[in-house]
């Protein structure tokens, strides 16, 4: 029985001890390493995004051709500077390499902080960084078909005595600032994910304050679908909904595993 306890308490030592220890300079040395082939991935992403840059700008282009079309306009947008559309590729060449870098550097930093975590927070974080692109590749995804749209539709609407003349370096200075927000908007999970490992909210605070977040996510719906369509409001909003409610399961796992610990500990 003895041995068996003995077994037990290694098996649990073992799976909870970090990795060795680095000093101060080997970490400055693992931290070099690791911004160069970020960099470089970066740059190789760059490379394959200039090829990939022309077709890309087909495609963001393509919402607001659509949308001019429909209001009976030109659809042809415009650059004012000699070397405008060449610097656009040049800005989406960047844009699309670090796209296409972002799972090596996220590699590359997991490689930086895994080796001082324990077994369970390795667990956590792996979980994090997944859980983070994905919701963020989705918002983005919400923001192209659903959304952009209706903002598009919208602003042309607001016609007056004169017509547009779209200059694509402000259209995509427009829906980067759209398609961005919302990214951020959908890591709402992972945001209270944090709050909640750090205790500054619970499961039960969430779901009693969630009026307030109600009328914030009314506020955020009207401002980002500015339609006089109220469907798209609505299906805005129950996104949202749908996201905090996530973050509220999220919150009680975290606080239900912390409770956990802390009675393991206690015994």
Known sequence: MTNSSQSDSALVTNQEEPGAQMTFFEHLVELRKRIINSLASIVIGAAIGWVIAPHFVNLMVKPMTKALSNAHLNPQLVYSHPAGYMTLLITCSIYIGIVIASPWILFQIWQFVAPALYKHERSAITGFLLSTVFLFLAGIAFGYFISLPYVLRFLISFQGPVVPLINIDEYFDLILLVLLGLGLVFELPVLIFFLS???????????????????????????????????SMVLFMLVLVTLYFVGVGVSWMVVRKKKQRLAAEAQ
């Open 197 to 231: 490992l750090f205790g500054i909210v619970t499961p039960q605070f969430l779901i009693r304050n969630f009026r307030y977040a109600l009328l914030v996510i009314t506020l955020l719906a009207a401002v980002l679908t500015p339609s006089p369509d109220a469907l």
